[in-house]
């Protein structure tokens, strides 16, 4: 395992449940810069699929650079309308023509691909955003051409690291962690969204506590077609807090205050006094989106823990370091926590640009547990972390069966 | 009548027919022109019928400005795909917000009802483009506000001219006329896509008549998905061919020479020596086209005979000229050359801007009969062109439900 | 000559001086349409001037289609801002790669040409509009490639006909017409922009010939920081009043009425009553252009003689029959009515596809003149004709010199 | 000072020069993440000042969105050009009408404005990047109005903050941190610029401290224009370690390794063996930037260290916490760090949305010192902190000055 370069040390981080105040936040379903990351990573992974099929491996594309601009709708009570679409630029990279053994050039009908894992991901995921008529979906993609005789000649198990770059993960999540994350996964639910249809798929979570006092300050959207007056919008919200606050005493003892769409001015109806959308989303309405603006791979923005500024999201599974090193940190610091007595665990890697993706330049595992636990787990950890980094060239097949979670 | 300023005269143009050379052409429903202008069209209407609804009339609006520009596309036998969609710009100005008598701004979804005008026209018109994979549409609209309290005070029967301009229309069709005309419509009737589907949309019929022989030069896109082979391909020409020789002997006892596809090299199969198309349009592969670059109000382009240059396509049909006098010149001849004895009559209309539309600057009717015919139908022609330019504010009527020829 | 095909015949046309009507437009230098061309024309001459020098020879493109979206703006005596740029995207094909005889591809680039030969149009044609602020200009080419080794070896005189087109040209201009070229002609004219600088580029002249009055009715922006008051703008449209009239004495003795912005309403000053531009064209507010929407090659729309509905603009000029066949058979005729007594020539030529572009599959000329002297002329007719037609294969040098009129 | 909310508390973290790893990023001028950053808060400066000027405040605006999409290149030893332009389009949203006392809708050149600012920070900083020819520059705005009167009712003395928000700042910074920005900060002075202008502006430096080794990946964009052979780009490479190591001297004692363009394979010279660019950015070729992906305020990315996600760039210096918080996060914390015998210092900002800007819902300071310390300065970093707080009323001036860090 030495090319592993595995550094096991004692943690010097005082687990965030320890310390006087965390903040966290999560950005659901519907926010313009979770639209932005699906929207990336469907069209990375219908385009992984593509190559797949055709030429028998994935090839290289990035496309972590989706803008989406927010729109202009009138929503009102029992209806509303979009009065301007929303407009989803998909950028990026990606190999457009390919060099087959016979010299004969292929070209990748990328814009189909992109048109079409866009809707997919719309209609799958936002219930009243209606692609046909809401959206205008565009894309802009730098060409690539790969010879094929090169890429088998090239062939290893292990490719090379596009990048000097890292990765980081850390578990578990603290109670406020594992709050606000459930809060948003509860909102957007199937169960939710049957119960009460009324709640948008946007859904902004954040989570301040002050030593034993949790605020939650909820943004959810309500969608005007279900509500027919102010009434009915304040009971909505109502039923919301106190869905949350079912939630939270599953999860913690702490006192736990829940504020719904606190900038509402009930008075003003709505005529702009509410957090009304048409389609579920803010990016209805001018709020616009980008990739890699919203929640890390654990599916959060934690401030004050050791966070990667590399998007997952669009990027190849392949060889694409800012992606797979955050999972892999992500899912080995998980398997680790899991071991005897261990409190908490970080991991951070560091490529080296060139070398195989699965021998970093440093791999840094820093366990809070006693001395004991961690001379008991050292050899363990690192072969967790080992294994993980060793699954990397199996990796993708994870990443495009959706089982990897990624912002 | 006197308002009508309408001058009845001897017409001083030789008939078509009679000339020793005629050209004539006529794109047909999926050529990129005719979809530019369809579009143009589809969304001027659904505008209207939202301002109807709303607002009790049509607002101001022309959208005469789309660009339908070409995508890329690798059609082969039994298949082949869209590599790049086509874009699709719909640009022009509408009336982006009313302002109603209590002063309350009412903003309209101009761009939503565009992208629903322009999907549906092409999931009506061309059975295997698809918009939801083959098609980005986008629009530029330019913006308007109007009062509705000023436009009640301005009601009135007619509106003014919106400005100098003009239309001219003519009647009967020549033999090379009509020929032309009706090889397009058979081949892109349901009949033929039914017994023929291999024969797409895009259609393109030259008429070339020199002395008693026509010339009939047609362009037929073939979709790959139909023919498995060159000998297919060829066997689909030569049943097109078949089908125009026995509509031609409907039309004239004129020798008609047919020729299909004649850039053809079989020799290339299907890499790049047949016309063939995956989607049914040669707009898949890199041919633009621009709303009022096709044919004029009668289906045809007629370089010999007078032609306005105006776009009939996306004007709005309450006050715009060039919408207007086109059509009515149009149908004014057709109903005039019923008349007994007229060989050919030709309306040419010259609106005087702010004048109420009904009441042009000049109105001439040009026919070809003898002088005691004309002596005998000249107040009878008068009347028909007066009844016609009165009926200009119902036409938008016809204009909506599509039973006016417009291109 | 006989591969020409030429025919001679006497002309059935009443020459449109003799008729009771006419109806002529010139769109000039500042109007949409015109601007659309002019930048059409000026990409296709940038990309040639670099396939020249860097190849030898003008390679295939197409830039007839562009498209100019209106902005917003708003003039106010003395001053004025844009508020929102104008839209201007070149679309069409151009051959962006070159395989060299080493097999090596040399990418073209098609874009930075195309940005620079905007620019500069814009900069050298229009004095107040700004390209840094008050524009932006996109494009969307398709992609071509071509191989210099199958260039080389189909080389010949004369490239094929690239589609079944055709081009007319006639000579002399009517009176009306002349009168309308020249206004125009005048009010952008060097002189004038110096001694009446408030005059706009967006100039559009419409005439209506009735019997022996020719009305004129003119369209002319003016620039909104040249004039301080109503009353400096009604100078300014006095002062152009008396200038078309002064022109026109020198062109006509019939009565001539010159109307200048009829739609003015001089009580709302500068809030909308007038035709104040910040720029010097209407497509700052809203108004559209699209390349071939305007002038014919003789620099006039004239709906009652033959025209073809073909750009001139943006094509290239080395084989495309819709730009060469039209100029030729504008050059020709002017040529053959210097020829002594010839009232009236038409020029109409039909490509064949395919064939030489010097060999029409019809040349015909129809010459308004007493039968002696068309005996006599026929021949010389002929050769000037095959003389502009044989000259096809140079015509490119006056065009990239800008020495032919195109619109 | 209670409405400040200020805890000061001893610091839990581990100062990053004594952990055993420490790894720093930063995107220089160049960088396609950075002119993002760029072109949004220059967009924003030139929004804030035309505000300004003409209504006496700052406006609502936020185009923290901006995307930059990469062209294509073809840079060669001792020349090159750019074959696809860079596309930029701006996005956001901004008060674009204003309604004034007597009930006037002004509207805002915003467009114009965005189009101004991005042509000229470009100008300003990337010496080869020709906003005329080499990039396009679009932008979608979402509109706004605001109404003068409910303005001025409104006002007051420190506006509401925009949203629940947060801010984060520490100093000093690590020798780590010193030297990966000081190394891009020369790479891109103008000093250097001028004694080595081959060196491009998209310099990335990445350090990754192992005990006491800082390894320093530089990748340096080198002006094709500049180097005419390969061994004149290497004799570049060298300088730029050269000037490296010399700086690092100055900087730290421990060992310092430094990567130039690690990735180049010299065998392959100018036919992509090289980092080498036309422009002196990535951009030209591919790589794609959006605006809050790069540096955070402080002009690093620090991962191990608590850092907040949100763009500081392009948003309104007014009332967005987004900005104002990590900015006064970071200044106050270099002045706190100032007194004696201070270690660390951290501030931790957090918004109580509608409340006062300058009174936060928790304003955190974590100060590593020995208690006695502590308990010395405590009053006096209280009264620093709450001293820029109170300074947020006129940030704006020093933002729009260019004054502030931002990225």
Tied chains: 1, 2, 3, 4.
Excluded: C
């Excluded at 936040?25 to 932005?36: F, L, N, Q, S, V």
């Excluded at 010299?103 to 814009?111: A, F, L, N, Q, Y």
Aim: charged share 25%; net charge neutral.
């Amino acid at each position: 395992m030495a090319q592993k370069n595995v550094v096991v040390e004692k943690s010097t981080y005082v687990p965030p449940d320890l310390l006087p105040v965390e903040i966290v936040e999560r950005k659901g379903t519907g926010h313009p810069d979770y639209i932005a990351d699906s929207i990336s990573e469907a069209a990375s992974r219908e385009l992984s699929r593509y190559y797949l099929e055709r030429f028998g491996r994935i090839l290289h594309h990035n496309l972590d650079k989706v803008l989406v601009v927010g729109g202009q709708s009138a929503p009102r009570f029992g209806g509303g309308e979009v009065l301007q679409p929303i407009y989803i630029l998909v950028s990026g990279r990606a190999t457009t023509e390919v060099v087959e053994h016979d010299g004969s050039r292929v070209p990748i009908p990328v814009g189909p691909l992109i048109l079409k894992a866009t809707r997919n991901w719309i209609k799958a995921s936002l219930r009243y955003l209606d692609p046909d008529h809401h959206v205008i979906i565009d894309y802009r993609i730098g060409k690539g051409s790969i010879d094929l005789v090169d890429i088998y000649q090239r062939a290893q198990t292990y490719p090379g690291a596009n990048d000097t770059s890292m990765g980081i993960g850390y578990a578990p999540l603290s109670e406020t962690e594992r709050l606000v994350l459930e809060t948003e996964r509860l909102l957007n639910s199937q169960k939710i969204k049957k119960e009460l249809p009324a709640v948008g798929e946007d859904i902004k979570v954040m989570g301040v506590r002050k030593g034993d006092t949790i605020h939650l300050t909820v943004a959810a959207a309500i969608v005007s077609r279900h509500v027919t007056s102010t009434e009915e919008y304040l009971e909505v919200k109502k039923e919301i807090r106190k869905l949350i606050l079912e939630k939270a005493a599953e999860i913690t003892n702490r006192k736990v205050e829940v504020y719904v769409n606190t900038g509402d001015d009930p008075s003003k109806g709505d005529k702009g006094g509410l957090y009304l959308v048409v389609t579920g989303t803010s990016a209805e309405h001018g709020d616009d989106g980008a990739t890699g603006r919203g929640n890390r791979a654990n599916g959060l923005i934690t401030p004050f823990r050791p966070m990667s500024l590399e998007a997952t999201a669009g990027k190849n599974p392949i060889s694409h370091i800012g992606k797979l090193y955050n999972v892999v940190a992500f899912n080995a610091s998980q398997e680790i926590a899991q071991l005897d007595n261990i409190k908490e665990v970080y991991i951070k890697l560091i490529s080296q640009i060139g070398k195989p993706i699965n021998e970093p330049l440093l791999a840094y595992i820093a366990i809070n547990a006693d001395e004991n636990t961690i001379s008991r787990v050292r050899h363990q950890a690192e072969e967790i972390l080992a294994k993980h980094l060793d699954g990397l060239n199996r990796l993708w097949e994870k990443v495009l069966r959706g089982e990897v979670a990624l912002f």
